[in-house]
Each structure stands twice: as structure tokens, then as C-alpha cells.
């Protein structure tokens, strides 16, 4: 059995997928610091940078509501920003009681909310279509072509790498479990929340000391092919005119937007 | 003889669709050792997998006169001792004891029930003195035994052991039957080692393609090269 929920690639045929990977994750990378960059309140550069989001999707050919539908799941991660409607120094909306204390919303408050999450919703999406529309090493190789140092890559490969097998595992560990968490006859079984907490513990412990173990071995199985500090790759990735010509015209966009935002 | 096991027509597939048990239907007796033996992907590990209620397919699983539900679930657990092939996959506590001690723990015994239980369950594979060692830091042959120990400490009516044998020295594979045939305990092992399948166990079932397509004497199965060639197997 094999645990395969973080494979999000969607192979398609599109103007999208067959953009060098380079030209895909620095437009990203932009937008997403675009996003980041525009002021408070900027409602028409963010209804614009929506556009610009619509048209990637249309241009992948996987549907106009396509990264819309998978970007919810990163919405409770926006929450965190819940703090700013209190912080933030403006006119009082209004007041409750929270605990022990008085929580007043104000108007700067609010209008810094609702931009972080408009913010935060926008670039979550466009990095959902960038793992849609390219492959995993593809990114790694994109990555280290943009000078991203390779440690860092390499960490990230192994990590996603390594990430299936270490889900695999978890699940063998958790059905060994299942599997001997017995009862006898008419008798309570599974003791106390605490007792179970512990074994979960010992589980974790288990699972980290296992793949502190496999590190080695995968490492030393590596320099027995002779790994020097980075993978070489036969990808014969190539910037084409077209790619120029797609970066230019985001990075162009990309500005325009902020000019917007800025006005 | 009364069955401690009944299969009765179970079918079950896969999330993908492949259908990996159709029509599954056997009896086991107290007492019985029965070698389970087959190809890769024959069914033989989906087949164990149902037989604690790991997997719920299509079908009856009847164990000591109760049929497998979702309400007697953990009492079926404790009946049936599963032995899984990677004895990592088994073993997921620091030390050996308590690896052992977590059935009959989580069973809700007393300390001194749960002490006598491991102390006979590593008695019986022979492990007495490795009570406080590291698991990951044992040897396969010896994560083997203390696999099957931790199943023997919930004191089942039968073992089920996936690939028992598999990955081991000759030295620890000869222990390793030698304590099969020692355990007074109804088995059912899945095996790809003929020759442990004749010296050990008068009755064999072999199953290929998600069937059992023969149920009988060990003897005569192995005498019948026509059945073992069909169904990618050696005479040993």
C-alpha cells in the first residue's frame, strides 16, 4: 500500500505545462511578493492580481476554478492573523468579551485583515497551479537554476523524496498497532488517554530514530555511486523565445499591478 | 474437533479495483498447522490482513464461534495473533518488554498478570534474557521471536504468521521451526519456503489469484507437480 496524497501534479496538455519550469517558479516567486507588497486596501490591483490568477488557470487547461477549489485548505493557516483586528490602532467598530478580556475590532484593524487573507488566499493559489502544472524534480531543477543554494534543494529533494516512504511507514506502524490493541471479554481495554499518549510517543520515537538510521544508510549507498554534493541531471531544460517573451509579459503585468496598488 | 476458524466466501478489493480475494472459504481446527503458500500477489497477506479485522471485505470471518464485527473487534484481536512479515512493522516500543506488555496492557490486566504474561511469552521463544533490550537493536532472527512473542502475550487461539522465515541465516530459521513446532497453538502460516512447509505442517492450502485453488494433505499437495508448476511453486 502506498501513501500518495502529496503527488499534485495533474498531467494536462497546455500552453501552461509546457513552460520551461525556471519561467514558472520565478513568475510565481514574483507574484507571490507582488501580493505581498501591495498596500492595504488596494482592492482593484487585488482584484487585478485575481485576473492575472484566472488567466493562469485558464492557460493551464485545467479549468478556471481549478486552484480555487484546492485553496481552501490552506485558509485556517490565514487565521493566525486573526490578532491584527485587535493591534491594530484605528476607530473601534465594536467590542466583546473574550475571557479576560476586551477585545475591540477597529476599522484599520479590520481593512489589514481582510487584505493579509485576500493576500495569503491569491498566493496560496498560484503556488497550488505551479505544483499542478510542473513536476516535482522539474522545481527542484528549476530551483537550482535560479542559484537557490543546493543544500537547500537537496534538502527539499530528499524531503519530498523521503516523504512517501516515511508515510508508508507511519501507516505500518499505526496498523501494527491496531492490530494487537486487544480486548479481553467484558472487560474495559485501552486504558488511560495518558498510557495511549505515551505509546504514541514512543511511536514518534521510534519513527525518528528509523529514519535517522536510513539517513545513514541512504547516505553512504550515495557515496558508494559517487556522490560528490550535487546531482548531476541530463534535463535538457532550454529557454525558448516563447518563455522570454511569458516572463516579460507576467513581470510586466506583475508591475503594472503594483503600479495600480500604488496609486 | 471444534474450528477456531471459519472463512466463508470472502471477497475483497482493492481502492484501485484490483480484486485481490474472490471467493475465499476454509476451516481451521484447534490444533491445525496449516502452511499458506502461493505466489507474490496471490492474496496470502490480504487473506491475514481479514482475519483480525485489518481489512473488511465482502464475506464471514468466524473466529471461536463469533462472527468478526465492528462491536467485537478487540476481542477477535486478542483471539487472533498476527504476526506481520517485517518484524519493524511489528515493533514500535523502545524495549522489548514493552513491545510485549502492550496487548495485554491495552487488554485492561493487572500488573502482575501483565509481568507473568511477558514473562512466559518471551519464555516460549526462548527470549527470557532480552526483556530489557532495545528492539531496533536485535537482530532479525531475534525481532522474529519477539514479534511472535508480542502476539503469544494476548494469549491467542491462533497465530497467523506472514513469511516467518523469510530473511533469515540458517541458524535462526532452524530455531525459528523448531519453535513452531514446539508452540501447542493453532497456526496458519503464509510461507514461500517448501521445505518448512513439508517438515512442518501436515495440511497446506495454496491460493493464487485471489482463490485457494487447493486445500488438503501437504504430502500429496507436493507430490502433485502438475498443481505446483500451475501455480509458480517447487517441490522442495
Known sequence: ?263 | MTNVLQVHDLHFSYHGGISALRGVSFEMCAGDKVALVGPNGAGKSTLMLHLNGILNGHGAVIVGGQRLTRDNLPVIRAMVGLVFQNPDDQLFSPTVFEDVAFGPLHMGLSMEQVESRVQSALEAVRMSGFRDRLSHHLSVGEKKRIAIATVLSMDPQILVLDEPSAGLDPRARRALINLLRELPITMLVSTHDMNLVEELFPRTIVMDEGQIVADGKTKEILDDEKLLTAHGLEKP
Open chain 1, 1 to 263: 500500500m502506498h501513501f500518495d496524497a502529496f503527488d499534485r501534479y495533474h498531467e494536462s496538455e497546455s500552453f501552461i505545462h509546457r513552460l520551461d519550469p525556471r519561467v514558472k517558479v520565478a513568475v510565481t516567486v514574483a507574484f507571490i511578493l507582488s501580493n505581498a507588497l501591495l498596500p492595504d486596501g488596494a482592492w482593484i490591483a487585488f482584484g487585478f492580481s485575481w485576473l492575472f490568477l484566472l488567466l493562469a488557470n485558464l492557460l493551464s487547461n485545467l479549468g478556471v476554478a481549478f486552484t480555487f477549489k484546492r485553496s481552501l485548505i490552506a485558509l485556517p493557516f490565514a487565521l493566525i492573523a486573526i490578532t491584527v483586528l485587535f493591534s491594530i490602532p484605528g476607530k473601534p467598530l465594536t467590542t466583546f468579551h473574550f475571557l479576560m478580556w476586551d477585545l475591540t475590532i477597529t476599522d484599520m484593524g479590520l481593512l489589514r485583515f481582510v487584505s493579509i487573507l485576500i493576500r495569503s488566499w491569491l498566493s496560496v493559489q498560484m503556488a497550488i497551479l505551479l505544483v499542478a502544472t510542473a513536476r516535482f524534480p522539474d522545481i527542484i531543477h528549476a530551483l537550482e537554476h535560479l542559484r537557490v543554494p543546493s543544500i537547500l534543494t537537496t534538502i527539499i529533494a530528499f524531503l519530498y523524496r523521503y516523504l512517501f516512504v516515511l508515510a508508508d511507514e507511519v501507516f505500518r506502524l499505526l496498523r501494527a498497532r491496531e492490530s494487537r490493541s486487544a480486548a479481553a471479554p467484558g472487560q474495559k481495554a485501552g486504558r488511560s488517554i495518558l498510557w495511549r499518549a505515551g505509546i504514541a510517543g514512543h511511536m514518534a520515537g521510534q519513527l525518528f530514530l528509523r529514519s535517522y538510521e536510513r539517513s545513514d544508510r541512504v547516505y553512504n549507498a550515495m557515496l558508494a555511486r559517487g556522490y560528490t554534493g550535487h546531482f548531476e541531471t541530463i534535463n535538457p531544460h532550454e529557454l525558448h523565445r516563447l518563455d522570454y517573451l511569458t516572463t516579460a509579459l507576467a513581470l510586466i503585468a506583475i508591475l503594472l499591478l503594483q503600479l495600480v496598488g500604488r496609486l
